[in-house]
């Protein structure tokens, strides 16, 4: 069965510092990874799309991480904002048979403090 | 270039009632996806329409359909809502649809859907 999970499920940090999201997955056949953040209220924005090729990328502060030999993925955010606060999901494409199939992380939820 | 709008933002119906919920995409998008959100599941994928014709669905019942038109709007609609259909129900537009869901994808502020 395919699974997303996501670790830690909140955290709250000081701003200015950085911190790691992790999302491990059971996903196959794998097709991408995508990270987005959704601020309380809104719809989710996307950060980054990663591909089984792509070991790293980066948008802004925002940098992701894949590692397809252990299925791990993390999210790293640098000298965090206030605006940062929100709820990050990691979503995971499996592709075959000319469609594909979406399991998401339940997200894990940043608070960002002065 | 103006967003993913989506009507109404919050609606109220009662158990048994049906409900449509409307998603206009980004102009010159032609794929539109739909997606519930509740805090105990998450966010879960309903069907995605491009060009007018489902082209992929998730594991919802029949209660849950949608469609497009050939402008890109899309419309879902729910029948004999239930208590558990109470979620934010989000759509996103893209340029395209692909096999593997690797086009970018822009989301509407959603829908806030309370069944009571």
């Known amino acids: 069965k395919n699974q997303v999970e996501q670790s830690p499920q909140s955290l709250i940090i000081l701003e200015g510092k950085n911190c790691t999201l992790q999302?491990?997955?059971?996903?196959?056949?794998?097709?991408?990874l995508r990270w987005y953040k959704q601020d309380t209220g809104r719809g989710p924005v996307s950060l980054t799309i990663?591909?089984?090729?792509?070991n790293t990328k980066s948008n802004g502060r925002y940098t992701a991480t894949l590692d397809a030999d252990t299925k791990q993925s993390s999210l790293h955010i640098t000298a965090s904002q206030l605006s940062d606060s929100a709820s990050y999901i990691c979503?995971?494409?499996?592709?075959?048979?000319?469609?594909?199939?979406?399991?998401f992380g339940k997200g894990t939820k940043l608070s960002v403090i002065p | 270039k103006a967003g993913v709008t989506q009507t109404p933002r919050y609606l109220i119906k009662t158990r048994g009632q049906q409900v449509t919920l409307s998603c206009s995409p980004i102009?010159?998008?032609?794929?539109v996806s739909w997606y519930q959100q509740t805090p105990g599941q998450g966010l879960q994928f309903l069907f995605e329409?491009?060009?007018?014709?489902?082209?992929n669905k998730g594991n919802f019942p029949g209660r849950f359909s949608g469609r497009q038109f050939s402008n890109s709007r899309s419309e879902m609609n729910v029948s004999t809502l239930e208590l558990g259909d109470s979620a934010l129900y989000l759509c996103?537009?893209?340029?395209?649809?692909?096999?593997?869901?690797?086009?970018?994808?822009?989301f509407g502020p959603g829908t806030r859907l309370t069944v009571t």
């Open positions: 996103a537009s893209s340029l395209a649809s692909g096999t593997s869901w690797g086009y970018e994808q822009y």
């Open positions: 999302c491990n997955y059971t996903v196959s056949p794998f097709s991408n």
């Open positions: 990663m591909t089984f090729s792509e």
């Open positions: 979503v995971v494409s499996a592709s075959g048979a000319g469609s594909y199939q979406l399991t």
């Open positions: 102009s010159g998008h032609r794929s």
């Open positions: 329409y491009f060009s007018e014709t489902q082209r």
